[in-house]
Each structure stands twice: as structure tokens, then as C-alpha cells.
């Protein structure tokens, strides 16, 4: 389930509040500047299919998505239980970074948890198939796959590069609870 909790950065043990609500999760996300959608992702998809495949299911939602934010390119990020590289791709994210870039990911598939650090408190946002979630550039934020990763992201870019993550050194995602599974 699509869930948001809401921490005090230095209290990471117990939650300010817990956000299951489309409308509330939303509302909590635009207050630090994150857009948050729901968009439909019901296009029948292998679980074992191609990035290609991905792109050409949501044709359209790219299309319209290109154009209202002027991205230029988009790339699928594909993970299951027993990839080869789940665990070399858990630790990619897993510590906090920021991008050059928005980072606007449509969910549609599985379920990934975005840590985002902003005004003091951590946005825990769990997604699942049918979220779209967009960080402003520069924002402060990791995300964490969970131990047997299994989601598809269909991932936007304005500039050549936008993923590559710049790490703040901050070892603040070692203190907060890791993500086990959407369930
Ligand atoms: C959910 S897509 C893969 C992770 C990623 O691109 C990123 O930047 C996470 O912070
Ligand atoms: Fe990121
Ligand atoms: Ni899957």
C-alpha cells in the first residue's frame, strides 16, 4: 500500500504521523515542494519485460509528461527478488544523495520507499504501481528497494545524466528503518 510517514529527522524511531490517503499523502508531499500523482498503470506487462516493452505500454503518459515538464528522455529501471545485481543496486541509492535533475518516477510496477529530507523531518514514501513522484532538483533524498527488490519505474530526464546521484556524506539513512516490502 501506498503509504507516507512522516519523522522528526533526529527521531527516526517513532513516526509524527502516518499518511495512507492519496489526497493526504499528497498534500503532506506538496508543503516541501514534491509533486505526487496517481496515474493509471494498468497495461498488461511480462514480469520479465524489456525496457522497450515498458516504454512503448505508456507511450502516452510519457508523452504527456514530457511535455508538461520539458523532459527530454526517459529510462526504465527493471528490478526482481533474484536479479543478479539486487544487492549492488539496493546500495546505489541507499545513502543520501541529491540530483542535478528532477527525479520523477511513475511506479508501474511493484513498490520502492523514497527517504526525503527536507525542513528538519524525513517524508518516508512508499510507492507503489500507479505513483508518480517528482522531486525538485537539489533535493535531499535516498531510496531504498528493500532486500528482494521487485518494482518497474519508468524514470525522466531534463539533462544528459540526470540520475547520477552527488552523496551528501550524511549517515542520516543509517539511523532510519529500512524498507522491507509494500505488503
Ligand atoms: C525508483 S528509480 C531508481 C532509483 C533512482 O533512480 C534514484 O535516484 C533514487 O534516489
Ligand atoms: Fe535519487
Ligand atoms: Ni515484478
Redesign the pocket.
Known amino acids: 500500500m501506498t503509504t507516507l510517514s512522516v519523522y522528526a529527522e533526529q527521531q527516526p524511531q517513532q513516526p509524527l504521523g502516518v499518511y495512507t490517503e492519496f489526497a493526504a499523502i499528497r498534500d503532506q508531499l506538496a508543503q516541501i515542494g514534491v509533486e505526487f500523482e496517481r496515474w493509471d498503470a494498468s497495461r498488461p506487462l511480462s514480469a520479465t519485460a524489456e525496457p522497450d516493452e515498458v516504454i512503448a505500454a505508456y507511450r502516452d503518459s510519457i508523452d504527456r509528461l514530457n511535455a508538461k515538464y520539458g523532459f527530454v528522455s526517459v529510462d526504465v529501471?527493471s528490478m526482481h527478488p533474484d536479479h543478479p545485481q539486487a544487492e549492488t543496486a539496493r546500495g546505489?541509492?541507499l545513502s543520501e544523495?541529491t540530483?542535478d535533475d528532477f527525479?520523477t518516477?511513475f511506479?508501474v510496477d511493484g513498490a520502492?520507499a523514497?527517504y526525503i529530507r527536507a525542513g528538519g523531518k524525513v517524508f518516508l514514501t512508499v510507492?507503489t504501481k500507479g505513483d508518480l513522484i517528482n522531486l525538485p532538483a537539489n533535493v535531499t533524498?535516498?531510496?531504498d528497494?528493500g532486500p528482494r527488490p521487485d518494482?518497474k519505474?519508468i524514470?525522466f530526464f531534463r539533462i544528459p545524466e540526470g540520475?547520477v546521484?552527488h552523496f551528501t556524506g550524511d549517515a542520516i539513512a543509517e539511523r532510519f528503518p529500512k524498507f522491507a516490502s509494500a505488503a
Open positions: 529501471v546505489k541509492f544523495h540530483h527525479e518516477r511506479f520502492g523514497f510507492c533524498h535516498w531510496f528497494m518494482f519505474a524514470r540520475w546521484g
